[in-house]
């Protein structure tokens, strides 16, 4: 199962961010890190992870803003 975390960068908050550069942490709902990258490219596919909700932070290393959500994980 593959799913997009990328699409979000289409906001207005995000426009202007290159892609391959941003760092991410998935954590669990106990703030547990479940999947980590640097210069995320879109590889996360969940399959490692029950159903559930995740919380994600991607990180430009370049500017220091920082983009938190979240996602669900159905199966």
């Known amino acids: 199962m593959l799913f997009s975390l990328i699409p979000m960068l289409k906001h207005p908050v995000a426009r202007g961010v290159e892609q391959n550069t941003l760092n991410l942490v ?32 991607f990180t430009s290393p370049i500017s220091q803003k920082i983009y938190k959500g979240w996602v669900e994980v159905v199966r």
């Open 26 to 57: 998935i954590l669990n709902r106990w703030g547990n890190t479940v999947f980590h990258a640097e210069r995320y490219d879109n590889s996360w596919s969940a399959a490692e992870v029950p159903a559930g909700i995740y919380f994600y932070q």
